[in-house]
């Protein structure tokens, strides 16, 4: 199923890409650029909610978009976190943290699904968590300014770290639950 509602929803999130880098070599005043990309990031990062939410009410769920799903949002955030980085509103080392994170989470799931053990390393709460903060802390360095009163590249940078935090977290949570099935399955 490659073109349900729920799954197109999920490819607007990969199409989003270039347009959210896009917006900051558009000729538009700085600040105007920076609205743009948070909100553009924040509408598309509720696509992930709304698509999951779609193929279940509509009973439209499938392998397919249960893989392009996840990929979809780690192409996101990955992009996003580079061009934070370029812009220099977020430390290398957070991005490399985070989208190398996602790397070795990425390839343990795929490993355990071979082995079939992939239920061992099933997206847990401390998982969503960081998710949550990563999708806060984001738009808040993108937009890069006054927020309510609250300099958003301040709270965004706290928020960002704090996603690192549970990114090594969430990385050792599961890399425990992955171990003892490796030791179990896997000859000597």
């Not at 009410?57 to 392009?68: C, I, K, P």
């Not at 079939?116 to 808040?140: E, F, N």
Request: hydrophobic content about 60%; proline content about 4%; charged content about 15%.
């Amino acid at each position: 199923m490659f073109f349900t509602i729920p799954t197109l929803m999920t490819w607007t999130r990969i199409v989003a890409i270039p347009l959210i880098v896009g917006v900051f070599y558009a000729p538009f005043a700085p600040e105007t650029r920076n609205l743009i990309a948070a909100l553009m990031f924040v509408i598309f990062a509720l696509t992930d909610w709304l698509d999951g939410f779609l193929a279940r009410r509509l009973n439209q769920t499938s392998s397919f978009g249960a893989f392009l799903d996840p990929v979809a949002d780690k192409f996101l955030v990955c992009a996003s976190l580079l061009v934070l980085v370029h812009l220099q509103r977020a430390d290398v080392f957070v991005a490399l943290i985070i989208i190398g994170r996602e790397i070795a989470i990425s390839a343990l799931r795929e490993w355990m699904a071979q082995i079939g053990a992939s239920k061992s390393v099933a997206v847990h709460m401390i998982g969503k968590v960081k998710t949550t903060v990563q999708m806060v802390a984001i738009p808040l360095l993108l937009f890069h300014g006054q927020l309510l009163g609250v300099d958003a590249q301040f709270l965004g940078t706290i928020l960002i770290w704090v996603a690192a935090v549970l990114t090594v977290w969430s990385m050792v949570y599961y890399m425990q639950k992955a171990i003892p099935e490796i030791k179990s399955r896997v000859k000597h």
